[in-house]
């Protein structure tokens, strides 16, 4: 499985790295395991060494010896991702852009922001909260902006205002060979040739490295509300959920939460919320906007079961209510000490989402694991946590196999294997399954063409490059 023989990194090899980042390389143990491991549930892999980058030169530099060695290269963020993304399993190194992490410039004339890719999201929007602005894209985690670039990323707001995908004008990356880049405009159109900046957005470290990114930005809303809703059944709250969107109703956020969530956040947080399936919102706006959106998302889930309609334009209240969405994750992971959390991610066509939800319900109940799903309904995206027991190996195997059963009655409904989360290690055979070996080898040529000698995160999004 290794590029090669090698199994460690040569002291020349070592040293010659060292001359380009100093001390910044690493090769203690407990740095490596940090880095050999994300958030999920697959067992660590570690680096031979982790680099620590200040600019873009020195990635490229870095790039360029590691091109010609052999050694391979795997970005690394905040080690947020669920799919095994950043596991060095052919070895390598990992190349840590957390101290690249300037926020370069603020342009609220134009509605942007230059950032290095190590800034994390929260520290973006406190700095941008200041000139009344916020970065839209909320994936839960308080991910690195690169690793959410390289990701794709998406989250509670991207029915309103996109994903990275959306979100990413303009870029500096490095490529394999550490040639430098810049694709994209600051400007809100671009129809100069192929989409490189689409390209490199959700390529999950394979096709370059990500050293500067210009972002969308937005005005703070008058006003934000909050409400939330109860259903007797799962079906009834992710049908109420399609619904709403598809009659066009201004949500910003719509998230769904099933009993088993609720109860882990009530347990985790001290809550009482009913423990029942519940569709939480939000709503920007004006202040008469966001009130006429509410009463008609009320009169909407009524007509689907809904009841004990709460809406409230209270600051704390609007808090509390969401605070149960954004802890849903580490409460499970608190409730369950020891155990790790297989989270899937898929989207369907909103048409087929209570129908898909309920499928998926239905293989998951007929296993042994306890398990939950949550999700960005509003598009169409949704979750099934399942716990695990990491001392166990062989109940990750079996969870593979209900997430392919899950994956592949996705696909049949004209879904995607994921909406957000991205490939990683673990879609690798459901993308082939889902796009067709015909698309997946344009991917490999694509690959082949931008990283000849397979240097960046090998292993990942598709198997090796012949
Ligand atoms: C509780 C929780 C909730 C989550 N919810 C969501 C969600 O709602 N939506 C969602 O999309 N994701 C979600 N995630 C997954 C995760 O937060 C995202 O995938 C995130 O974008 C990863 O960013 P990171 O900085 O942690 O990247 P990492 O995990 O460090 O890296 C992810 C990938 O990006 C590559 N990479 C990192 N930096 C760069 C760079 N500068 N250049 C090129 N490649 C790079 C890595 O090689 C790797 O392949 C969640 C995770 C958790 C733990």
Same mark, same amino acid.
């Given at each position: ?126 700095? %941008? ?5 916020? =970065?839209?894209?909320?994936? &839960?985690?308080? @991910?690195?902006?690169?690793?959410? $670039?390289? #990701? ?120 009482? %919320? ?5 569709? =939480?919102?939000?709503?920007? &706006?004006?202040? @008469?906007?966001?009130?006429?959106? $509410?009463? #008609? ?141 015909? $698309? ?27």
């Amino acid at each position: 499985m290794r590029i090669g023989s090698r199994v460690n990194l040569a002291p020349a090899e070592i040293s010659a790295l060292s001359q380009i980042v100093g001390d910044r390389l690493s090769t203690n143990e407990s740095v490596l395991e940090q880095h050999g491991r994300d958030e999920s549930a697959y067992p660590p892999v570690k680096p031979w060494a982790v680099l620590y980058p200040l600019d873009t030169q020195e990635v490229s530099q870095i790039l360029a010896f590691c091109n010609s060695e052999r050694i391979p290269v795997i970005a690394f963020g905040a080690g947020s991702s669920l799919e095994g993304h950043v596991l060095p399993i052919h070895g390598g190194i990992s190349l840590d852009m957390t101290r690249m992490n300037k926020i370069l410039e603020v342009m609220p004339a134009d509605l942007m922001v230059r950032v290095e890719p190590g800034v994390h999201r929260m520290e973006l929007n406190v700095r %941008l909260a200041h000139e009344g602005l916020f =970065f839209s894209v909320d994936p &839960g985690a308080d @991910a690195t902006l690169g690793g959410m $670039a390289a #990701t794709g990323a998406a989250g509670t707001t991207t029915v309103r205002y996109g994903s990275m995908k959306d979100n990413v004008l303009a870029m500096t990356a490095v490529l394999a060979d550490g040639t430098v880049i810049n694709v994209g405009r600051g400007t809100r159109k671009l129809s100069a040739g192929y989409d490189l900046t689409r390209l490199i957005v959700g390529s999950e470290g394979t096709l370059a490295v990500i050293t500067e990114l210009t972002l969308k930005i937005y005005g703070i809303p008058e006003k934000m509300s909050a409400a939330a809703v109860r259903f007797a059944t799962l079906e009834q709250g992710v049908r109420a959920a399609a619904a709403i969107v598809q009659m066009g109703v201004n949500v910003a956020r719509c998230e769904y939460l099933d009993p088993l969530n609720i109860r882990n956040v009530n347990k985790n947080s001290g809550l009482t %919320l009913p423990e029942l399936p519940t569709l =939480f919102f939000e709503f920007h &706006g004006s202040a @008469a906007g966001v009130a006429e959106d $509410a009463q #008609t998302v009320g009169e909407i889930v009524e007509e689907f079961g809904g009841f004990d309609f709460e809406w409230t334009t209270d600051e704390s209240e609007r808090r509390r209510l969401w605070q149960a969405r954004h802890d849903s994750y580490w409460s499970a992971i608190r409730n369950n000490p020891g155990k790790r959390i297989v989270s899937t991610d898929m989207a369907v066509p909103l048409s087929v989402l209570g129908d898909a939800v309920a499928a998926c319900n239905e293989i998951l109940a007929a296993h042994r694991f306890p398990y939950g799903i949550l999700g960005h309904v509003a598009d169409g995206n949704f979750h099934c946590m399942v716990i695990t027991d990491p001392t166990q190996p062989d109940e990750l195997e079996e969870i593979r196999e209900i997430t392919s059963q899950m994956t592949s009655k996705i696909i049949s409904m004209k879904g995607t294997c994921t909406g957000e989360h991205g490939i990683g290690l673990a879609k690798i055979s459901a993308l082939v399954e889902e796009t067709g070996a015909a $698309a997946v080898n344009v991917m490999r040529m694509i690959k082949k063409a931008l990283d000849p000698n397979n240097i960046l995160n090998p292993g990942k999004i598709m198997t090796e490059v012949e």
